[in-house]
């Protein structure tokens, strides 16, 4: 089978190539760090993190680069609301990203590059673009000549005469900056240094870089001229991810990246989740259950206590798995809009409900089926069939939904014979059929980091009790009754339900039993 995804400079599915056979270099554009992420940012890193994972399972050596905006108007006005500094701001909130990420599951890149750690590598960029006439200087700013890049607009597929200049929110709009401007559509490479900001070194006077040539300068430094895959939102698409091109292309002669891949917006009502628009739930806000479902007439505030935003006065929901935010996320195709509303968070709980049901049946119920619990991690053997499937669909430009009704299918199964073993001791199906099922389905479910976490299993091993020792107190209960001690039989079982594990006598003398 052929890995086909969707190219958003060629605006069609074709066969993935790398450039060097058996590799992939993909580069994903970061967070600027000013506050904490909500469940659009979730959205787009847990799609990276799939895609980055699947490419592995098939067998590819991935280097994975993702950076942080660590200079930025967003971040500098976060530092002078709350008294701080640039660094101290971009510090925290790099932090607080690592912890709602590990909390998604979410591979570390291998590599984390920084604007403010990348300075020579984007001042030496600059000098090449404006040696070779496609930059500019003027009064301490450089600008970037857009009329002089022929292609530019070829990933937006916009024409220059129908863009505006400061699309992207962040270009100065002051008349007198704009006025530095040989064009409107030009963009600023180097900003000259205001009073009170940091400021850098350079040959045009003291300043900081643009916002776009701080990504091409940092997938150059980590990648090399070309790379593979170059991925983000597609409210980068323009003009974040049409400057780069622009800049890199202009100074290297060469593509940037053969594959372009946008995911879509998490919305709300329709509408984009985004912190302008104040309808956005942080990561940690909506795993702690302290959001309201309605999030445009109860709009979050930033910044309150320890999570990025509260609904004080208002309903709390129950909080969310970790797991499940993932599985509402990948129960979509990643170029699909996803809606965020409590009930496609509910049909997310349940969903993962059911795949944790599927994921434990081997700790539940290997030890009845003979499988050596010490060793499960150790168990092969595949359902070719399954993992046919899975592949069929995630080969077609990451079909996420096609590959989880595969997951679905067998976790429901498994939930049924493990039904059957705890209702009846045993089951009509081979315990080998159902290690390969139950072995396939851990393993698939893991290339879309969809595993069980710690706390999870905990709470299936309430106790910390064995199945031997579960077993040896079963024993004693059944000593006790046959001496007629009633009272200790009573005590037995009562202990054992305290501690999560559900004691079922049968007709013929024989007690079975299950955890939870």
């Known amino acids: 089978m052929t890995l086909t995804l969707y190219n958003s ?14 590799k992939v270099r993909m580069y994903c554009c970061g967070v600027t760090v000013y506050d ?3 469940v659009g940012h979730a959205r787009a890193y847990i799609v990276w993190d799939m895609v980055r994972r699947y490419l592995m399972w098939r067998g590819y050596d991935v280097r994975y680069v993702q950076n942080f905006t660590d200079i930025d108007d967003k971040i500098l006005n976060r530092a002078r609301e709350t008294n701080s500094t640039m660094e101290a701001v971009a510090e925290r909130f790099i ?5 709602d990420m590990d909390k998604l599951n979410i591979l570390r890149a291998d590599e984390y590059p920084r604007a403010t750690h990348t300075m020579d590598g984007i001042k030496r960029l600059i000098h090449e673009l404006e040696n070779k006439g496609y930059a500019y200087a003027s009064g301490g700013d450089v600008y970037y000549n857009v009329r002089q890049f022929a292609d530019y607009g070829k990933l937006s597929g916009r024409k220059l005469e129908e863009m505006q200049a400061g699309a992207s929110g962040r270009l100065e709009t002051a008349e007198i900056e704009a006025q530095k401007k040989q064009d409107s559509s030009d963009f600023a490479l180097w900003k000259s240094a205001k009073p009170g900001e940091p400021a850098w070194d350079s040959s045009w006077g ?9 990504c ?22 323009f003009p974040h991810h049409e400057n780069e091109i622009a800049q890199s292309e202009a100074a290297t ?4 990246a053969n594959y372009w891949m946008h995911n879509a917006f998490v919305t709300v009502n329709g509408k984009k989740m985004s912190k302008s628009l104040h309808n956005f739930i942080t990561i940690r806000d909506l795993l702690d259950g302290n959001w309201s479902g309605d999030l445009e007439s109860n709009p979050p505030q930033p910044l309150l206590g320890k999570g990025g935003s509260q609904n004080e006065g208002s309903e709390k929901s129950k909080a969310v798995e970790p797991m499940a935010v993932r599985l509402f996320v990948l129960m979509a195709q990643y170029r699909s809009q996803i809606d965020f509303t409590e009930e496609a968070i509910a049909s997310a709980k349940n969903g993962w409900h059911t795949l944790k049901e599927g994921l434990l049946f081997g700790s539940q119920h290997g030890s009845k089926l003979g499988w050596d619990v010490e060793k499960i991690e150790q168990l092969t053997g595949q359902d070719s069939t399954l993992v046919q499937q899975f592949q069929s669909a995630m080969d077609n430009d990451f079909n996420t939904p096609g590959a989880l009704t595969v997951l679905f299918e067998v976790a429901k199964e498994l939930g049924k014979e493990g039904n059957v073993l705890v209702h009846q001791g045993k089951t009509e199906t081979s315990p080998d059929l159902l290690q390969q099922k139950w072995v396939s389905l851990v393993n698939l479910a893991g290339v879309l980091g969809l595993e069980v976490q710690p706390e999870a299993e905990t709470e299936i ?6 199945d031997g020792e579960i077993e040896a ?4 209960r059944k000593d006790a009754r046959k001496a007629k001690n009633f009272a200790e039989g009573d005590r037995i079982r009562n202990e054992l339900k305290d501690k999560g594990i559900t004691l079922i006598d049968q007709k013929d003398g024989t007690t079975i039993w299950h955890r939870g």
């Open 9 to 22: 400079l060629t605006r069609r599915e074709s066969p993935f190539e790398p450039i060097e056979p058996g």
């Open 36 to 38: 904490y992420c909500h």
């Open 95 to 99: 932090e607080e990203y690592f912890v």
């Open 206 to 214: 003291k300043g900081r870089p643009g916002w776009h040539i701080e």
């Open 216 to 237: 091409s300068a940092m997938v150059r430094d980590c990648l090399g001229e070309t790379i593979d895959i170059h991925c983000g939102g597609s409210d980068l698409t």
């Open 253 to 256: 002669g060469k593509s940037l």
């Open 461 to 466: 091993s309430v106790g910390g009790l064995t």
């Open 473 to 476: 107190m079963i024993q004693q």
